[in-house]
């Protein structure tokens, strides 16, 4: 999108792009009015410790009050004792300079991030098929030319309006979509053929899927031989995932089984996609797994307009993924546990590899831990909101209310920042230039259009003081003759591009390579794909065309095995909960529900229930309801619609207090990506 300011007013416009091709969604078209906004911070916040109350400060006072309290903490109980939570809404530089701020300025282990909760088990499971994890591994164009997409536990009608173009342009052109989902959402109403699982089944699906393929003879037998290892094992696992037994579980019928693997099967060209309602789960992993099983086995991945792609939610979720926000991570998607990588990595940062901590644990873990004899005493917040969007929420907030130091950087007083010792008022996108990777592993600039405005600072400058003031305040070791104040200065440099410049440095010869990417040739070239090891070479929109990114080239089959939730509905709680995002509103709701045209668009939560089960229940369209789970409940207005199955309700999790749909949700996660399961617990539903 372009910006435009005209007397002091800034408004969004729409820019000709391969990705969006100007199209925009009304969260987009109404951002501006966030940057005016009368309950901005426009001055840091100190909680008074007399009153309680969150007072105006100075700068000087609060990022005192900080570094005090960090160093107490750390000289009491250790460097592991400060935490950071970090946001797939950073752009690169920001998301860079976070992980580095932990390693080398807090020199904790502790830092982690909400992408967790976003596309961690997509990230586990592409990672451990392919050999590196990017959403996409083509450009999202290549849809078009597809006769089958199978989108699975995506809604991207609401989700992401721009991207449902290129489905609308595939069905055109005579291609078939099939959309998973226990909702016949917008998306699915598009779709040639919607499949309407039980929340939490689409493992089995999947699995019945390439029995099918398996029965019909659709394997793509050379394929499989040349560019892959492991199939046997997954031939004799899906050996027993009949169609019958899949549908028993899932509810989907067997001749919808078979149209959906004859579709895939057969088409020339055929795309998976997989989102949050299939990877929101305790098994997360394995589902993905299983999905790119069925890909691999068809000779999907690599092949022209085909193959199996994530994808990816948060505005710099890819980005935010890759450069060390990540408790195990490393710039450049390098692992931190990686002597080689540490070696690079602390020779770009000017620090011994051996002073560089250990990976950390993944977001809930760290969340759940805070605040407890083992856990960090001290949590600083770089967008977002967990009050609101963690599971099992009143229990972190619990645990967040627990903490000696509770450090929010934010543009509004989220529901987090309300809870903190100190808040800091920081810069929003069109005040700031940078990086962000789009879904496709494109690297775009984000221009600033204006200063922020007075009395607010970049999240770059807040941890350049941070880091520069944790530095005064540390007792010179070693023989380092340096001013450590002068080399933690010029460690965390406050601009974009020289945070850029070094990024390119660390991410060299990384999965995720950025070397040959500078913000010109972004410029030139509608952004550039990573990885791109050099400025006068080639960068990569597709991925996997001639070997994947493993040791020996070849994909790696896993077999994976369905399982129940972790939560089983019972008598007390027999029904199952589902939660997600409706069109108008974003995440954890901050910014959205302070614009008016979106607040008026969708005022507040719902609970989406069958009539059937409403008539059951003696629940009225409109009636004030209570969903009750073992963690907690949520009460708001109840929504009957045919679109949903009769076994399964539905919440969107944008709202907080009485409606927050977390305080429901089951804080299980999944062993090996740490994503929780947001999409299935069981709950009782009654009339408020
Ligand atoms: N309007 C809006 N757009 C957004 C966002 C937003 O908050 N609001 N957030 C952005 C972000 S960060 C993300 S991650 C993306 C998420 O984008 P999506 O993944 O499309 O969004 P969700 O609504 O979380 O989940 C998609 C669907 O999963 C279904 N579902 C629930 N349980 C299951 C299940 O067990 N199996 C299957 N197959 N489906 C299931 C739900 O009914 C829902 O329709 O959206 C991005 N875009
Ligand atoms: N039940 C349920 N829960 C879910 C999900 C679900 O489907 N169901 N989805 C999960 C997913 S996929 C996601 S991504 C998470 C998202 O949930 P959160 O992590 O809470 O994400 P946001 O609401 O985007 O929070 C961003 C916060 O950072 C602020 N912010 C925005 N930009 C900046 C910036 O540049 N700097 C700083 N310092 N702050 C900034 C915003 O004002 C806001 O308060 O929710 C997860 N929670
Ligand atoms: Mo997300």
């Known amino acids: 999108m372009v910006l435009r300011e005209d007397a002091g007013a800034v408004t969004v416009l729409p820019r000709q792009f391969p990705t969006n091709r100007g199209g925009l969604c009304q969260k987009g078209w109404?951002?501006?009015?966030?940057?005016?906004?009368?309950?901005?911070?426009?001055?840091?916040?100190?909680?008074?410790?007399?009153?309680?109350?969150?007072?105006?400060?100075?700068?000087?006072?609060?990022?005192?009050?900080?570094?005090?309290?960090?160093?107490?903490?750390?000289?009491?109980?250790?460097?592991?004792?400060v935490a950071v939570f970090g946001g797939g809404g950073?752009?690169?530089?920001?998301?860079?300079?976070?992980?580095?701020?932990?390693r080398i300025a807090l020199r904790t282990r502790h830092?982690?991030?909400?992408?967790?909760?976003?596309?961690?088990?997509?990230?586990?499971?592409?990672?451990?098929?392919?050999?590196?994890?990017?959403?996409?591994?083509?450009?999202?164009?290549?849809?078009?030319?597809?006769?089958?997409?199978?989108?699975?536990?995506?809604?991207?009608?609401?989700?992401?309006?721009?991207?449902?173009?290129?489905?609308?342009?595939?069905?055109?052109?005579?291609?078939?979509?099939?959309?998973?989902?226990?909702?016949?959402?917008?998306?699915?109403?598009?779709?040639?053929?919607?499949?309407?699982?039980?929340?939490?089944?689409?493992?089995?699906?999947?699995?019945?899927?390439?029995?099918?393929?398996?029965?019909e003879g659709w394997i793509e037998q050379a394929y499989v031989a040349e560019r892959t290892t492991g199939f046997p094992a997954v031939r004799r696992s899906v050996a027993a995932w009949w169609p019958a037994r899949a549908e028993q579980l899932s509810g989907v019928p067997v001749a919808d089984l078979e149209a959906t693997a004859r579709a895939l099967g057969t088409a020339g060209r055929a795309v998976i996609l997989t989102a949050r309602g299939a990877e929101q789960h305790a098994k997360g992993v394995d589902t993905v797994t299983a999905y790119v099983n069925l890909a691999?086995?068809?000779?999907?991945?690599?092949?022209?307009?085909?193959?199996?792609?994530?994808?990816t939610g948060q505005g710099n979720g890819q980005g935010g993924r890759e450069h060390g926000q990540k408790a195990d991570q490393l710039p450049g998607y390098r692992h931190i546990d990686d002597p080689v990588a540490r070696e690079h990595v602390a020779g770009v940062w000017g620090v011994p590899a051996d002073e560089l901590p250990g990976p950390g644990v993944p977001a809930y873990q760290l969340l759940d831990s805070l605040g407890t004899p083992d856990g960090p005493r001290a949590l600083l917040v770089f967008g977002s909101n967990p009050v609101v969007s963690a599971p099992r929420a009143a229990r972190v907030e619990g645990r967040l209310r627990g903490l000696d130091l509770l450090v929010v950087a934010d543009l509004l007083l989220s529901e987090t920042a309300a809870l903190a010792d100190v808040v800091l008022p920081t810069a929003q996108w069109a005040e700031e230039d940078g990086t962000m990777t789009?879904?496709?592993?494109?690297?775009?600039?984000?221009?600033?259009?204006?200063?922020?405005?007075?009395?607010?600072?970049?999240?770059?400058?807040?941890?350049?003081?941070?880091?520069?003031?944790?530095?005064?305040?540390?007792?010179?070791?070693?023989?380092?003759?340096?001013?450590?104040?002068?080399?933690?200065a010029a460690r965390f440099p406050t601009d974009p591009a020289a945070v850029f410049a070094e990024l390119r440095r660390a991410s060299a010869g990384g999965p995720a390579d950025y070397a040959g990417i500078s913000w010109s040739r972004i410029d030139d070239a509608d952004g550039v794909f990573w990885p791109c090891p050099t400025e006068d070479g080639p960068d990569t929109p597709r991925l996997f065309t001639d070997r994947f990114a493993t040791p020996d080239g070849r994909a790696r089959f896993h077999p994976v095995d369905h399982r129940p939730a972790a939560e089983p509905v019972c008598a007390d709680y027999p029904l199952h909960f589902t939660t997600g995002r409706v069109l108008a509103q974003y995440q954890s709701g901050t910014?959205?529900?302070?614009?008016?045209?979106?607040?008026?668009?969708?005022?507040?939560?719902?609970?989406?229930?069958?009539?059937?089960?409403?008539?059951?229940?003696?629940?009225?369209?409109?009636?004030?309801?209570?969903?009750?789970?073992?963690?907690?409940?949520?009460?708001?207005?109840?929504?009957?619609?045919?679109?949903?199955?009769?076994?399964?309700?539905?919440?969107?999790?944008?709202?907080?207090?009485?409606?927050?749909?977390?305080?429901?949700?089951?804080?299980?996660?999944?062993?090996?990506?740490?994503?929780?399961?947001?999409?299935?617990?069981?709950?009782?539903?009654?009339?408020?």
């Not at 992401?160 to 609308?168: G, I, N």
């Not at 807040?462 to 520069?468: E, G, P, R, S």
């Open 30 to 81: 109404t951002a501006a009015e966030l940057l005016d906004h009368p309950e901005r911070l426009t001055t840091p916040l100190l909680r008074d410790p007399h009153t309680g109350e969150l007072r105006p400060a100075t700068w000087d006072a609060a990022l005192d009050r900080i570094v005090t309290g960090i160093r107490a903490i750390q000289r009491e109980s250790g460097r592991d004792a």
């Open 90 to 102: 950073l752009t690169n530089e920001k998301a860079y300079t976070l992980g580095k701020f932990a």
């Open 111 to 215: 830092i982690d991030y909400n992408g967790r909760f976003c596309m961690s088990s997509a990230a586990a499971a592409g990672l451990r098929a392919f050999g590196v994890d990017r959403g996409l591994p083509f450009p999202l164009a290549d849809l078009a030319r597809a006769d089958t997409v199978l989108l699975v536990g995506a809604n991207p009608a609401e989700t992401m309006p721009p991207m449902v173009r290129w489905l609308t342009e595939q069905r055109r052109n005579g291609g078939r979509l099939i959309v998973v989902d226990p909702r016949a959402t917008a998306t699915a109403r598009q779709a040639d053929l919607h499949l309407q699982p039980l929340p939490g089944t689409d493992l089995a699906v999947a699995n019945a899927l390439l029995h099918i393929a398996l029965t």
């Open 296 to 311: 691999l086995a068809l000779g999907l991945p690599g092949r022209p307009g085909s193959g199996y792609g994530c994808l």
């Open 438 to 488: 789009n879904l496709e592993g494109r690297v775009l600039r984000r221009r600033a259009l204006r200063q922020p405005p007075p009395g607010v600072r970049t999240d770059l400058a807040i941890l350049a003081d941070l880091a520069t003031r944790l530095a005064a305040a540390e007792p010179a070791t070693g023989p380092a003759a340096a001013d450590p104040v002068a080399t933690a």
């Open 591 to 688: 910014q959205t529900r302070r614009v008016d045209a979106l607040r008026r668009a969708a005022p507040g939560a719902f609970v989406e229930l069958h009539p059937d089960l409403a008539a059951r229940l003696g629940i009225d369209d409109g009636d004030p309801v209570r969903v009750t789970s073992r963690r907690g409940d949520l009460r708001a207005p109840a929504r009957l619609s045919p679109t949903i199955r009769p076994d399964t309700v539905f919440a969107p999790f944008h709202w907080s207090g009485p409606a927050r749909a977390n305080s429901v949700t089951n804080d299980a996660v999944d062993p090996i990506s740490g994503m929780p399961e947001f999409k299935i617990c069981a709950v009782r539903v009654e009339k408020a």
